[in-house]
């Protein structure tokens, strides 16, 4: 640094540091939000099991539909286990949850 200021120098280390830092810091971001999102459908989908489980139980029903963030989620029941189907970006989804838990 000079007296008048800020050299070129310093100026464009400055720019290529911060530079750095975010073009690493932006996938990591994506993929954070990419990851949370996916954690996001897997919860509803179990929230759906359980409402499922909850009127399986009470009104002996085999298969019927959640709405959840105006995204449906389908749910049947076999006998042994709910599978709850629902899309993603990736295509179809299915989470079956039997009478372990499991």
């Not at 449906?72 to 079956?96: F, L, P």
Request: hydrophobic letters at 35%; one cysteine or more; a negative charge.
């Amino acid at each position: 640094m000079n007296t008048k200021g800020i050299a070129f120098a310093e100026t464009l280390l400055t720019i290529v540091i911060v530079m750095i830092i975010t073009g690493s810091l932006a996938p990591l971001t994506y993929h954070l939000k990419e990851t949370l999102h996916t954690q996001k459908l897997q919860l509803h989908a179990s929230e759906t099991a359980l409402e499922a489980a909850k009127m399986i139980k009470a009104h002996a029903i085999s298969s019927g539909t959640n709405s959840i963030e105006q995204k449906e989620y389908h749910w049947t029941y076999d006998g042994e286990e709910i599978c709850v189907r629902y899309n993603t970006e990736n295509g179809e989804q299915v989470k079956c949850i039997n009478r372990n838990g499991v």
